[in-house]
């Protein structure tokens, strides 16, 4: 038999998870010169992982990515299955009976865990389940934030800190005509929270905000940010950080909160986002639910770039019913796949999944958050995923010519022996349309469902 992606013997690809590295590395070998078939699976019905139930509802420009997603799909050589989990409903061993190579781009579902007591205490919640609650994630569909508190905490302070605090802090009207999920759109409403505080471990010049996300506080309807200018006071090797070119993005950020800082908030306005820095939390206290954090201020050591926040042994507490922890995304292992507990991905060279040995695993590839960690914009997938299909298909140049896989509709016969009620992207299309028509009377791009069954029942 011919190579894998020649005329006679199509390359059969299976990618697991549909967000955008997954649609990247679908982009990316669509793109290649090899004849190929992409099975792309997902274990919601519905597909864009991150770019649906991640990016802030406020930011519809982010969510335009689906417009490139949905021209993959059109491609004849990609399918799309929906409710299906990979090592549940299929196994990994099954897949590789299949397909010539899999690639995993599931992201990096759960949290990073700050380690400290009281951090499970009701009231405690991870920035993730507040996220896929306001965005309609069915894992999250039920989660009951008690909002009645007057004074929120979030911990960290990258962009997944800045859209939950600003979320927090918008209005109803602020709100309305996005796609926010309605459940959460009525809770925030009568959101009692007046008092935001954004803490930092580490300075105002390691802030992980980008600029134009940390200026939309400055222009929220009754909302103000609010920053001592004490806190701006900068050692020299921050100085040094904030002198280096290289490092613009992080200079923009300090001088707005410079701009923040110079500036009164509001009588009118009735909610305050406070950004503070140098600050850990130590303990999270409360009987059976949250009553106030405890904080120690920290230093920072280290040489310029490689600071790090040192506990001074100087504690401060602030009352507060409820708290965001905001401080990374972790990956979740996939049975069958060899996994990096430690930095929650799977290990990989260059995109080529590795054992406990660093061989690589013929025929596994990683792209995304699981690849590399937590990090970039959703445009920083597509690098990553060209990256690793680039390895995909040097490996294939490798390969002695090899037989052809079933792909296709032994993929189909395996979901049907294993009673897996699966989506294609046609039927996505149809749950698609129906979203976009219960958000029209609202104004609203879409009502998204927020239940599986719900999702399904569409296509009854
Ligand atoms: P992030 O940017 O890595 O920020 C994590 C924050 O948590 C940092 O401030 C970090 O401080 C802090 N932190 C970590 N461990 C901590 C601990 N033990 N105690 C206290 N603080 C701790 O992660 P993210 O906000 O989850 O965002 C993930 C990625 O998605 C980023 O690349 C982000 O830019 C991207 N994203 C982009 C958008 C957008 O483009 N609009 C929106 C959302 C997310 P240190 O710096 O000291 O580690």
């Known amino acids: 038999m011919s190579k894998p992606g020649s005329e ?16 990247y590395a679908a982009e990316a070998l669509l793109k290649s010169e090899l ?16 770019v649906r139930s991640g990016v802030a509802p406020d930011h519809p420009k982010l969510k335009q990515a689906i417009n490139v997603y949905a021209k993959i799909a059109e491609s004849p050589a990609y399918r799309f299955f929906g409710n299906v989990t990979i090592g549940k409903d299929i196994q990994v061993d099954d897949l590789k009976k299949l397909y010539h190579s899999i690639i995993f781009t599931c992201g990096a579902e759960s949290d990073r865990r700050l380690g400290i007591p009281g951090e499970d205490l009701r009231g405690s919640y991870t920035a993730t389940e507040f996220v896929g609650w306001y965005n309609g994630h069915p894992d999250f569909r039920d989660r009951d934030f008690d909002l009645s508190h007057d004074t929120a905490i979030i911990f960290g302070q990258g962009n997944v800190a800045a859209d939950v605090s600003r979320i927090l802090a918008k209005t109803r009207d602020e709100l309305k005509h996005t796609d926010i999920a309605e459940h959460a759109l009525d809770a925030l409403d009568k959101s009692n929270i007046k008092h935001i505080y954004v803490i930092g471990r580490r300075g105002p ?21 609010i920053l001592v200018g004490d806190e701006l006071i900068l050692n020299s090797e921050s100085e040094t950080e904030l002198e280096d070119k290289s490092n613009a993005g992080n200079k923009k950020v300090y001088d707005l909160f410079q701009g923040f800082s110079q500036q009164n908030p509001s009588d009118n306005k009735q909610r305050r986002v406070y950004f503070t820095f140098l600050k850990s939390p130590v303990e999270i206290l409360g009987e059976d639910c949250v009553e106030s954090v405890k904080l120690e201020k920290n230093a920072l050591s280290g040489d ?9 042994g100087e504690y401060s507490e602030i009352k507060t019913g409820i708290v ?24 990989n060279a260059e995109g080529r999944v590795t054992d406990d040995n660093g061989s690589a695993v013929p025929g596994l590839y990683v792209a995304g958050w699981i690849k590399r960690g937590p990090s970039g914009i959703i445009g920083t997938n597509r690098a990553d995923s060209v990256a690793t299909v680039k390895a995909l298909i040097d490996d294939l140049d490798l390969q002695n010519d090899s037989n052809d896989m079933p792909g296709e509709e032994a993929a189909i016969n395996l979901l049907n022996n294993n009673n ?33 069954q719900e999702m399904l029942d569409v296509l009854k």
Do not use: C, H
């Open 8 to 23: 006679g013997n199509p390359l059969k690809v299976a990618i697991v998870g549909s967000g955008p590295s997954g649609f």
């Open 35 to 50: 004849n190929t078939q992409i099975d792309m699976y997902e274990r919601l019905p519905v597909p864009y992982g991150l």
């Open 205 to 225: 010049a390691q802030a992980k905000f980008t600029s134009k996300e940390l200026k939309e506080f400055g222009e929220l309807e009754d909302s103000d940010p």
């Open 304 to 312: 310029a770039f490689m600071q790090s926040a040192k506990g001074t």
């Open 324 to 347: 965001f922890r905001s401080i990374g995304y972790k990956g979740i292992a996939i049975p069958g796949v060899p996994f990096d507990e430690k930095r929650g991905i799977i290990p």
């Open 420 to 452: 897996v009620n699966f989506v294609s992207f046609s039927d996505w299309k149809k749950i698609d349309d129906k979203e976009i028509s219960r958000g029209e009377p609202k104004g609203k791009p879409r009502e998204k469902y927020t239940y599986i």
